[in-house]
């Protein structure tokens, strides 16, 4: 029997708190061991540990035993759990303890696990050390991941910030942001696919929230080659993963308040859209806008029409893989997150219209 069935559950659930950490665990699989299979942009380039900071990395193997554990940096943030078909549920890596318990209790035998990181990594800087099974137990084959790819650019939408929050006026802690429930995850486990996230709250295209009208440094062109958040370091290989749809969720935050400049932002979409077609040449390309801009607004229809003549110049040239989604504005009829960011209720909204429209150009069922 399982030790957690009482934490399986609903949205917004109880979180697992860690045990207290075991000083030398006695059969640790280490995170650069072949039979961890890792989704996301992920380095094992330092120290033997997978260091990553973008929200929605996968980290999944095979085991044998009754229980299973991970050893992390301590503090390094919530994650989902999916063990064998036990409901999901979340677990927090807590400043005090290196060792997170995931699963206790299980049938003997062989059990399969993916847990996912559902906050951003910028300030606490996750590292995961590797895997601790039952003394004498091991790991199996690799396992196998879905052959469709998704890629997500975006903000503190694509992030799932404050979706876990009970209104506007909570705080957008990490205790309340969840991306396993965000439109992007959502829409992966929709179509069966594996889901690539490159994504920051506050981010822009030209400038970030609250920037220089004049642009910043630093915005998403700037980062995006990078594995982990930072215009500097490890770059990332794109021959790795390359995305059959890529979705590019971008403009909130450069269209803040005071005062934009649409035909910067025109440049930095340009700029973005050639530099992801540069890599992948025949990936087809999605450019929404978010829910937060409300219905008929100036921002909504310069955003709108900037994403129209990008869309326009790109199928100019030949290129007809780039499509264009505009979700539907929130209202407050589904509720709001944390600061008025999309609730659960419109993260799913969004994602039933995404997955439509991917099926359509795609032909997936």
Not at 160 to 186: C, F, M, R
Request: charged share 20%.
């Amino acid at each position: 029997m399982f030790c957690m069935v009482a934490m399986a559950a609903c949205k917004a659930q109880p979180v697992v708190k860690p045990e207290p950490a075991a000083a030398n665990p006695v059969n640790l699989i280490p995170a650069t061991d072949k039979s961890i299979v890792y989704t996301g942009r992920v380095s094992t380039s330092q120290g033997g540990y997978a260091r990553y900071t973008y929200p929605g990395v996968q980290i999944r193997c095979n085991f044998t035993g009754t229980g299973i554990d991970m050893l992390m940096k301590p503090g390094s943030g919530y994650y989902m759990v999916e063990i064998d078909s036990i409901t999901p549920y979340k677990v927090l890596s807590s400043e005090e303890d290196s060792l997170v318990m995931l699963a206790h209790g299980l049938a003997p035998g062989e059990h399969s696990i993916c847990v996912t990181s559902v906050t951003e990594g910028v300030n606490n800087q996750p590292r995961f050390y590797g895997f601790v099974l039952d003394e004498g137990e091991k790991t199996l084959r690799r396992p196998l991941l879905p052959q469709r790819r998704l890629e997500f650019i975006g903000n503190s939408i694509t992030c799932g910030l404050g979706n876990e929050a009970e209104g506007p006026k909570v705080n957008a802690t990490p205790d309340v942001q969840n991306w396993y429930y965000s439109y992007d995850a959502i829409t992966a486990r929709n179509l069966r696919a594996q889901c690539m996230v490159v994504a920051r709250s506050g981010i822009g295209v030209y400038r970030n929230c609250l920037g220089s009208p004049k642009g910043d440094k630093d915005v998403m062109p700037d980062l995006y080659p990078y594995v982990t958040f930072g215009s500097t370091g490890e770059k990332w290989d794109f021959s790795t993963y390359t995305p059959d749809v890529l979705c590019i969720g971008l403009g909130t935050n450069d269209t803040t308040n005071p005062g934009y400049d649409t035909e910067l932002l025109y440049q930095g979409f340009m700029r973005l859209y050639r530099d992801v077609r540069g890599y992948y040449p025949k990936t087809k390309i999605i450019f929404l806008t978010g829910t937060m801009l409300k219905k008929d607004s100036k921002r909504l229809r310069d955003l709108c029409q900037t994403l129209d003549r990008v869309q326009r110049e790109a199928r100019a040239a030949g290129d007809k893989g780039v499509y264009r989604l505009d979700f539907t504005p929130a209202d407050g009829s589904l509720g709001y997150g944390s600061g008025y960011h999309p609730s659960l209720k419109q993260h799913e909204l969004m994602a039933k219209q995404l997955t439509a429209l991917i099926k359509k150009i795609t032909g997936w069922n």
